[in-house]
Every structure is written in C-alpha cells, then in structure tokens.
C-alpha cells in the first residue's frame, strides 16, 4: 500500500495526542490553571492537527462532512464522530481544569473512554480490509492501542505507566511483524484463486503498459527491501530509545528527547505499516 | 446508504467466458467511449499523448500464461471490471454514503455527488475493480452501464452493457444470476462458472466460465505419425555421398 505522507503524520500524530488526552481525562497527571493549559495545547495540536492532516489525502476534502452519515456501517464515519465527540468532551473537562481549578470526573472519564475509541476506530479502518492480509488481524488494534496509550503516558510524563505500555507495544509490535511476513500465505488468497485458472499461473502482460491508480496506490513496493533495517530502526527510536531515556535519572530535556524520538520510531513503524502491506489485488499483476 | 441489502430482487451481472475471450481490449474502448460520456465525471486521461500515459479504466484485460499439469502452457485472456458483489467490502467501508448497492437489481454504484474521494472502497474491493479519478478526485466503478439497460431511447438490442454489446468473440454475457432459469445462470451451470477469491467471501455476483481443455486430437495422431517423420535418405549418394564418406572416414 502506497504509505501517503498526511496519513502517516495522521495516524502517529493523532495516535499520540488521543493517548495524551485518554491520560489528562483519568486526570494523570492531576494537573490545572496554567500547567494545565500547556498539556492541554499539546494535545489539541497533536490530536487536531493529525485529523487535519487526515483531510489532506482526500480528493474531495470540501465535502468532508458528508463522512459523518454513515456511522452505521462505516469505521471511518465511526471515527469522525467519535473524534469530534473526545474533542468536545476534554475540551469541556479541560476548561474547567483551566480556568475554574475544577476537575469533572466523570467527565474526564467520558473523554478518556472516548479518546480510546477514536483509537480503536482508527485501528479498525485498517484492520476491517481483509484485501490486505496483513491488516487484517486483532493485532492491529491491539498496537494502535498500546501505542496510543505508551506514547500518551510519555506526554503525560508519567514514567511507570510508559515503560510497561512501551515495552507491552514492543511486543505486540514484533508479534505483528512476524505474523504479518506470513498473512497473504495465510488468506489463502494467491494467483489460482484470484484467476480460478487451473496449474501454474504466471502474468503474461498486464492490461497497460503504464502505471495506474491501483498500481500507485496498492501494489507499492519501493523500499521493501530496507524494510529490516527500517523495523530496526522504528525498534530502536520508538520503543527502546524513549525506555532508556526514562530509567536514566530525570531532566526535562531527556523526556523531550524521548518524546520526539518515539514519535520518529512509530512514524518509521507507520510508513513499514502501509509500504510492507501486500493488497491482493497485486496478484492480478502478478505481483505481491 | 452504505447498508447492504439483506438480498436482491435480481442479480444483474455478467458472465465472462475466458475460453472465448481473444484479448483483443475492444471491451475496454467501448467501456471508456459510452462511460466517459455518460453517467457521472468523465474517465480522465493524464499525459495521454506523453512519454507516462496513465488513465481511469472501468474494465480491463490482463493475460496470463497457464501451464496445466499436462499438455501444453496455454494463453488465457482475462477481462476483469466490477462483479457486483452480494457482500461487498467496498460498501460498508464508505463513510458517506456514496458507494451504495441497489435492491432492486443488485448493481453497485457510487454516487459522485456524495464521494470526498478518500480512496477506502477502493482499498476494500480485493479485485481492484475500483479506480480514482484524477482529474476529478471521486471514484469510478463499472455501473453495470446502468444508463443503458434501462434506456428506451436505444433500440432493444442496444439495452446490454457496451462491453457485452461490443465484443467480437461473444465472450461476455450479461442478464439476471438470481434467475436460476435465464440465459447467463443456464450457461455458469452448463460450464462450470465459478468466482474470483471465494476465500474473500464478497460472493461475486458476475462469473467466469474456465477454459476449455484443448482438445487433444493432434497430440495422439502427431506420436503415431512421428516414425514417418524420421529422415528417409540416410545415405547420401554422389558426390555428396563421397564427401560423406570421406569425411567420416577421417
Ligand atoms: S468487485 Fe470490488 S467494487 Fe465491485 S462490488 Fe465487489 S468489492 Fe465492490
Ligand atoms: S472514495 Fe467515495 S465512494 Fe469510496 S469510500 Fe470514499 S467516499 Fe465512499
Ligand atoms: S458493464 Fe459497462 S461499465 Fe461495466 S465494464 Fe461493461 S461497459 Fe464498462
């Protein structure tokens, strides 16, 4: 799968300023007034920016809110509301945070429950595509998840809970890259199944000689090679290099250097997410 | 809505026959003529005349090559576009409500009016049957050439999809699947037709009749001729003959 630059941004931004906001509204750290504000505005700018980013990818971004009908059915339209519906809620609970010194509870909470399902939806948008094998596994959300709430402690600046939730995504992050490098075998779906031809089925010549929107966008195989050093790389930066940084004794500088290093390692880990997926329709063309 | 019907009063589709198929994309020119004129945006052309031609296609014809576990590696032509699936992926996903299936004849269609162009359905169909527009920014799919099966300004052998209407070879077939006695459902059961990545479980609506194996009159003939094949004048006579004779002596 193509890996677009603002879905990526979107999905690792975002992913991080829900964590933060799921943190804010259990009220970890139970902060207010002005210090309040801060983390509120991080969260805002990471949450917010990474929908906006979102809308840059669509042909048609002027009738975005058309996605808003089809909660039904749709993650992507589940996503919309429940977006809007965190933002709306923490803002309410962060107002009052910030300028009243109270805190809501069950407010916070409503927030958090909220931001974790924005997460989920997310999660889901992906997982739900079964034409992408390596998508298509409760692993998925199960990293969304962790990363989310691992990458939002460290916003929150809350030490035990970031180790245990970076290392418990570490975890999940090598199991669905393992399980991942076996998933089209796995959907049983290859080039018989896809022709219904019977014997060895070889692509003889596509149907056009250039490339085309399926080709761009779902048979992207540019980088596929690096993807073990880039799978170290996300290792190292996004996992490893944040939990070193916070058992060496605290200073402010370090946490901003763990936060910003694991925002680079889940970006890296995002771009494999979408350059490593094979989409069967890749099959067509004899390629995966 | 992006509900999809429980079922269908009918289930309108085509039946592809890859045995008769001769590759010749007359069904992909006529597909892009009638349908970038007619319903919805245009089907764009990027650097057409250029040196990176690329453009959005409804239907389109692969080939591979097949080698059976016996006999000889055969040629199959492959047309593939929409199938108008009962359970298609690529509806559900649609946050807006463009991409809908219809009750009443099962044909699955985007409304482009309610398309943001996020590209999901086209991710979601595992056939590749769906492509974005690029000058336009929405989704294009095969709409069964809705604006002509139903279209009394054309004359009744003009109401059939303009692949189905164009192919010389009589390779597809279009008509009502849910109707197990029509025409098209007669011919899947009479040959075999059968879906593409059942494994997916979108359930195809449209059908693909396999090749048929080649006959094998000439294989049988062609060892029992091959005695009379071999060279009749071993040795050669004259002039050549010494030659022949000489050099061998050496
Ligand atoms: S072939 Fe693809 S686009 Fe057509 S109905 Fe099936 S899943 Fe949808
Ligand atoms: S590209 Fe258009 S039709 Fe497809 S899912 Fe998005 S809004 Fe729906
Ligand atoms: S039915 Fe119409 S839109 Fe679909 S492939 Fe044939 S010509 Fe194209």
């Known amino acids: 799968m193509h890996p677009a630059p603002s879905v990526i941004v979107f999905t690792t931004l975002s992913g991080a300023g829900f964590g933060l906001l799921f943190w804010l509204g259990l009220g970890v750290p139970d902060v207010r007034g002005l210090s309040a504000f801060a983390f509120f505005v991080i969260a805002y700018l990471l949450a917010a920016g990474g929908l906006m980013a979102s809308t840059l990818h669509l042909g048609r971004p002027e009738r975005a809110l058309k996605a808003f009908t089809q909660w039904r059915t749709s993650w992507l339209s589940r996503e919309a509301w429940l977006s809007v519906a965190a933002l709306l809620a923490m803002a309410a609970y962060g107002a009052g945070l910030v300028f009243v010194d109270t805190r809501v509870p069950w407010l916070g909470w409503l927030g958090a429950a909220l931001a974790a399902a924005t997460v989920l939806a997310t999660s889901m948008i992906y997982t739900q595509i079964a034409a992408v094998p390596r998508w298509h596994t409760a692993l998925t959300p199960a990293l969304f998840l962790a990363l989310s709430a691992g990458g939002g402690a460290l916003l929150a600046g809350q030490v035990t809970a970031a180790l245990a939730l970076l290392a418990l995504a570490a975890v999940v992050q090598i199991a669905w890259w393992l399980r991942g490098d076996g998933a089209l075998a796995l959907s049983r779906t290859d080039m018989s199944s896809a022709t219904g031809l019977p014997g060895r089925v070889r692509a003889f010549e596509p149907p056009h000689t250039g490339p085309n929107y399926l080709l761009r966008e779902m048979v992207f195989r540019v980088g596929r090679k690096h993807a073990l050093k880039l799978r170290g790389i996300a290792l190292v930066l996004g996992y490893l290099a944040p939990v070193v940084l916070l058992l060496v004794p605290f200073a402010h500088w370090l946490a901003a250097v763990a936060v910003l290093a694991h925002l680079a390692g889940i970006a890296v880990s995002r771009w494999l997410f979408f350059a490593e997926a094979e989409h069967v329709v890749g099959l067509y063309y004899g390629m995966r | ?250």
Not at chain 2, 5 to 26: F, M, N, S, Y
Not at chain 2, 98 to 126: H, Q, T, Y
């Open chain 2, 1 to 250: 809505m992006t509900d999809l019907p429980e079922t269908t009063d009918r289930k309108l589709g085509l039946v592809i026959d890859l045995d008769t198929c001769v590759g010749c994309h007359a069904c992909v020119v006529s597909c892009k003529g009638w349908n970038t004129e007619n319903y919805g945006a245009p089907l764009s052309d990027r650097d057409p005349y250029g040196a990176d031609p690329s453009g959005t296609f409804l239907n389109r014809v692969h080939s591979y090559e097949v080698e059976p576990e016996e006999g000889a590696p055969q040629l199959v032509h492959f047309p593939k576009s929409c199938l108008h699936c009962e359970d298609a992926p690529c509806v559900t996903v649609c946050p807006t409500g463009a991409s809908f299936k219809r009750g009443a004849d099962g044909i699955v269609l985007v409304n482009e009016a309610d398309c943001i162009g996020c590209g999901l359905c086209a991710w979601a169909c595992p056939y590749g049957a769906r492509e974005m527009d690029a000058a336009e920014g929405v989704m294009k799919k095969c709409t069964l050439c809705v604006d002509r099966i139903y279209n009394e300004n054309l004359a009744q052998e003009d109401r059939v999809p303009a692949c189905v209407r164009t192919c010389p070879a009589g390779a597809r077939h279009f008509g009502d699947l849910g109707d197990p006695d029509s025409d098209v459902s007669r011919l899947v059961a009479e040959r075999g037709g059968m879906d593409l990545m059942p494994e997916q479980g979108t359930t195809p609506v449209n059908k693909y009749l396999p090749p048929r194996p080649r006959d094998t009159l000439g294989t049988g003939a062609r060892a029992a001729q091959a005695p009379s094949l071999e060279p009749v004048a071993e040795d050669a006579q004259g002039w050549l003959g010494w030659l022949d004779r000489a050099l061998s002596r050496f």
